[in-house]
Each structure stands twice: as C-alpha cells, then as structure tokens.
C-alpha cells in the first residue's frame, strides 16, 4: 500500500527518488482532503441542481396544463357540435391537442374573414344604394326645380316607388310655402311688444336679410351703409344686441382660410319681417348653400373657392350652381361638379372636400370625374383633412381603378391643395400617375 501511495505520488509530483515516507503520507492527506471538500462542494451543487430541476419541472408541468387548457378552450367549439369528445381530448398528448387547436383556429380564422368580407360587400352594397338614392334625389330636386320654371315640361318620379316626388321635394327643399298673417304670431312673444324697441338700424339689417339673403356681417354692413351714417363697429354692436335679443342668429364657420359667423333670422326675425311687410323673407345665402350643398361649411368653401378661381385665376366664368353644373353621363348616370370653371376654349372641374365622403361615396365620385375631364382638382381647408383623409382615399381610389398604370393609360391626373395655397396658386400634392407616390412639392397650376 505504501508502495502504491509512494508511486502514485512520485507520479503526480514527478520525481524518481523519494526517501522520506512522512513527507509522501502528509502530502496523501492533504490530497485527500482537497478531493473531500471537492466532493462536498459538488454534492451541494448537486443539491441545488435538483432543486432546480424539480421547480423547472414543476413549472413545465405548469406549462403544458395552462397549453392544454388553452387548447380546450379553442376546441370548445368542436366538442359543442360533437367532433371531439371530451374523454378524447383528455387522451391526446399535447403535440396532438396543440395541431388540433391550431387546425381548429385556423378554420374558425378563415370563417371569420369569410364572415368579414360579406359584411364589407354588404356594407359597401348599402352604401352604393344609398349613394344613388342621393344621386337620384338630387337629380330629381334639379329637374323639379325646372319643371317650377317650365311648368309644361313633365314630373319624373323617383325610383323608390315607395315615396312619391311630392314627398321628396318636400323632404328636400327649403322653401315652404306660409300663410303670411298666421307664421306673424308666435304664442310665447308679444311683437307689437317687442317692436316697439325696435329702432330704424335694426329694420334696416332685418331688410338686408330678408330682401337680399345676406348672411355674412360685412356684407349686412355694406347694405346698411348706404342710407346710415353710423360706424361699421356700432353695426355690428346692433347685430350682437340682436342676436342676445334672439331675433338673429348666428353660425360659425370654418373654410380653412378664414372663419366667421353666418347670420340667419331666428323664428322671432322671421316673424317681425313678415309682421312688418306683410311678405316672407327672401332664402338666405346661407339656406341655399345648405339646400345645394348638404352643409353651411361645404358651401361656403365652394363660394371662396369660386371667388378666388375668378379672380386669381383669370377663369372668365365660374359657376358653383348644381343646375347649371348638370352633366349627363354615357353610362346614364350625372356628375354634378361643385365648381365649372371656364377659361379661353379650356373647362376645369373642382371638387371641394371635407372629408366627410366614404370611400364608396368617393371612389364612385372620381369614377364619374375622369368621364368628363382628365385632370381632377380636389381643394380642402386645411393640411390636416388633405393628409388624414384626402390623400388615403384618393390613394386608395387608384388602387381600386387598376393602379396608376391603369389611370396612367388615361391620361389622369388628381391635383390636391388647401384653401390658402389655392389663393397663392398653389397646387401641393400632385398625382401624376407616374409612380404610386405623388409628388409632394408644391406646384403653381
């Protein structure tokens, strides 16, 4: 033995004459104990291994019931019509439950965009109905109206056989016809009361709405100041008092370029006017770009963009009427531009956006635009409607006709500006068909 150990350390130290044995047991000992405080250190991490084996394995356990009871929750479905049984699901390993879970979500996934598309292609059925249902309402307003003014021409119905032309008109028109003495009296206002704090100005602004159909205040002023000599500011004082004395009232409007109040006579104007000249009031401009227009803001951009085509532009006639800007299409649909604008042997057709059009609505509107022209202007009014809104739906639009090789082969091209770069003859986004993105600088028209 103590051969071995002599040898075995004359191994490990490397030395071929040894001669005291002491020294070969003292460094055996000390051998020894390295490897027993090695031995208990790997028994401690032996220790702390199998701990932590035994919490992984519990958490993996954790794991594979949580995936297992995922995957009956998604396979609900399959055993309430009885393609699963429960005692089966119980049976399977998790690979097999997870491949039918994934199989069965993958089915319910395909249902369900099956499920969406329908309802898009529905959604998108009843927007188009409603959309022509407009077209033709407009259609039949504009044609009643000349039938008003040529009573021999002849009354066309409407398709919805459901609701007579009387009905429509009567739905659609702003114009009624009153009794002048009985609309004179209202039930909660004494007039002969309140006419007597009535002074001239006042008269003089209620004739300017309901003789000339002004809405705007400087308009209302200048037709004022002809006959007065008052200031401008104490004008405008009066209507302030007289919309406090609800006699007019107010709306704001926004067009992107400027904003303002729209002024109209309340039930009470109304009634002093017709009280005092024994007549009704002539529509107010801002009644009638409602009635053409769907909406005060829409109409009054329409008429700024109007004025600023005519006198920036140069365009030697511009006209913003639905009757005049009437155009029959060769698929048997009509196209009524919001603004013609005429200029040597050139016409241009503007549409005034904001934003307020599905694209249903939008995409049927360009469609009839590039019947008629092969530039399309679009004006909004402000930055915020033409990047938000505008810009996807016409970007989407190209995309439905084909993409821009498709418009490209006709010749089209969609210009985009707000209502203070129109004033500056400036066109900001331009479509020219040329790539899918447009060009984004600004262009002078």
Known sequence: MR?????????????????????IIRQMEIYIAELKNQIKIKSEQNEELNQFIKKASAEVQSIINCAREFCYRILESEIFVK???????????????????????????????????????????????????????SQLQIKLELNDENPSSEIIRPINENQSAEEIVKNTSKETEIAVKSESK?????????????????????EAIGNEGLSEQPDIINYCTKNSKDSNAHKYKIIENMIKMNILSNKKIE???RWFYAIDFTDIGKSLFVDRYNKNPVESEMQRLIREHDNARHGYMIKYAAEILSNIYDYSSVSTSRKKNYIHLSNGKACIPDIIAIKEQNTDYFEVECGNHGQVDFNEKCNKLKLITK???????????????????????????????????????VYLTTMKKLAKQKWEVVYDMTENSPILLTKSK
């Open 375 to 413: 530039k399309i202007y679009f004006i909004v009014p402000d930055l915020n409607i033409m990047t938000r809104k505008l810009m996807p739906r016409i970007e989407k639009w190209i995309k439905a006709s084909g993409g821009v090789e498709a418009l490209a082969q006709e010749g089209i091209t």
């Open 186 to 206: 209202d039930d909660n206002i004494d007039l002969e009361i309140l006419k007597q704090e009535l002074t001239p100005e006042i008269w003089q602004i209620l």
């Open 255 to 257: 067009t992107g370029r």
């Open 83 to 137: 393609n699963i049984r429960t005692d089966e699901m119980a049976a399977f390993t998790l690979p097999q439950l997870m491949e039918k879970a994934i199989s069965a979500n993958n089915t319910e996934q395909k249902q369900t965009k099956e499920l969406q598309k329908k309802l898009v292609e529905k959604i998108e059925e009843k927007s188009s109905m409603i959309f022509a249902l407009r077209e033709q309402i």
């Open 3 to 23: 051969r071995f150990i002599s040898l075995l350390s004359m191994f490990r130290r490397g030395r071929k004459n040894v001669t005291d044995e002491k020294e």
